[in-house]
C-alpha cells in the first residue's frame, strides 16, 4: 500500500524534485543516515501529496465546524463601519470561511511538508545517539573476539546478529551487506559505512580500522585501546551526569518543595488573620503548578539521563 502510494505521488511530482536535486543535498544525506531506503525525489513526492491531502481533509472539517458557529460579532461591526465593505455584507460568511479555508490550508500544507523533511533527519539523530550509547560495549566485544583470532569481516558478522547493540547491529548488517551482495571489499565497505552512519564517534572508529588494515597493522591492539578509550569517555559522561543531577535536584527542592510550601504556608495564614488571601491561587498552585511542575521535570531528567 506504502509502495503503491509513494509510486503514485512520485508520478506527479517527481519530475519537480528530481529537477531541483541540488536544493536537498542535505535531505538526501539524513535518507541515507536514517536508513530509510527511500530516494529525495520519491520521499518528498510522497510528503507533498500527504500535506495536500491533510489540507483538503483539514479545510473540510474546519468547514463544517465553521458552520455551527456564526460570524464574529467585531467582524460585522467592522464590515458595517467601513464604507467599501458594506455591500458585501450578504457575502461575508462566505469570505469568511473561505479565508479561514485558505489560511487552514496553507497552514497544514506547511506543517505537514515540513514535519516530512525534519523527520529523516530526526531519525538519523536518534540512531546516532543509540550507537553512541552502545559503541563502548560493542568495540569491547569485537575486541574481545579478535583475541581469538576471528577475522574482521567475521565481527562485523557477529555484531550484526546482535541485536543487543541496536543501530550498530544494523549499521554492521549494512556493511556485510555491502562486502557479500554488492563485492566490496573490506576496506571500500566500510569507508561507505563511515561516510553514511550518523554518529561521527563510530565514523572515526571506522576511519581508523581502515588506517590499521592498510598499513597493515594488528587490529587487536587498535581494538582494545578503542575499547579502553570509550569507556573512559562513557564513566566521564556519567560522572559529569551525576553532577548536572545534583544541581536539578537542587533546583527542585527549591523550585517545587521548598517554594510551594512557603506560598501555600502565607496564603493558609493571610486567609485566617482575616486578610485578602485568595483562596483560588492557593488551589491553583496545589492542583496545577505543582503537578504539572514535578511531570515536567521528571521529563526533563528522563531526557537527559544516559543509556548505561
Known amino acids: 500500500m506504502i509502495n503503491s502510494y509513494l509510486k503514485l505521488a512520485y508520478t506527479l511530482f517527481g519530475w519537480y524534485f528530481t529537477k531541483n536535486e541540488l536544493k536537498y543535498h542535505k535531505l538526501r544525506e539524513n535518507l541515507i543516515k536514517s536508513r530509510l531506503n527511500l530516494s529525495f525525489d520519491i ?30 460579532l467585531y467582524l460585522v461591526e467592522i464590515t458595517r463601519d467601513v464604507i467599501w465593505l458594506a455591500p458585501l455584507m450578504e457575502y461575508i460568511s462566505i469570505l469568511f470561511h473561505l479565508i479561514i479555508s485558505v489560511l487552514i490550508g496553507i497552514a497544514l500544507i506547511l506543517v505537514v511538508y515540513t514535519s516530512w523533511k525534519l523527520y529523516p533527519r530526526f531519525i538519523a539523530q536518534k540512531r546516532a545517539q543509540d550507537i553512541d550509547q552502545k559503541l563502548a560495549y560493542a568495540i569491547s566485544f569485537i575486541s574481545s573476539m579478535s583475541d581469538a583470532g576471528v577475522l574482521p569481516i567475521d565481527l562485523y558478522k557477529s555484531l550484526a546478529k546482535n541485536h543487543n547493540y541496536g543501530t550498530i547491529a544494523s549499521e554492521s548488517n549494512f556493511l556485510v551487506k555491502n562486502v557479500e551482495e554488492l563485492g566490496h571489499d573490506l576496506v571500500t565497505a566500510t569507508r561507505i559505512l563511515a561516510k553514511t552512519t550518523p554518529s561521527e564517534k563510530f565514523a572515526n572508529f571506522l576511519l581508523g580500522t581502515i588506517t590499521v588494515i592498510t598499513s597493515g597493522g594488528q587490529l587487536k591492539p587498535y581494538l582494545f585501546q578503542k575499547s579502553e578509550q570509550f569507556f573512559l569517555e562513557k564513566q566521564q559522561e556519567q560522572d559529569e551526569f551525576i553532577d548536572v543531577l545534583n544541581l536539578l535536584g537542587e533546583t527542585y527542592v ?19 488573620i482575616g486578610g485578602d488571601a485568595n483562596i483560588a491561587v492557593l488551589q491553583l498552585i496545589i492542583y496545577l503548578i505543582i503537578p504539572i511542575g514535578n511531570v515536567l521535570f521528571i521529563g526533563l531528567v528522563h531526557s537527559m539521563t544516559p543509556e548505561v
Do not use: C, D, E, H
Open 43 to 72: 520521499y518528498l513526492s510522497g510528503a507533498f501529496l500527504t500535506s495536500l491531502i491533510t489540507a483538503i481533509f483539514g479545510t473540510i472539517i474546519v468547514n463544517i465546524l465553521l458552520n455551527y458557529y456564526s460570524i464574529p
Open 254 to 272: 527549591a523550585a517545587f518543595v521548598a517554594g510551594p510550601l512557603f506560598l501555600i504556608i502565607v496564603i493558609a495564614i493571610m486567609s485566617l
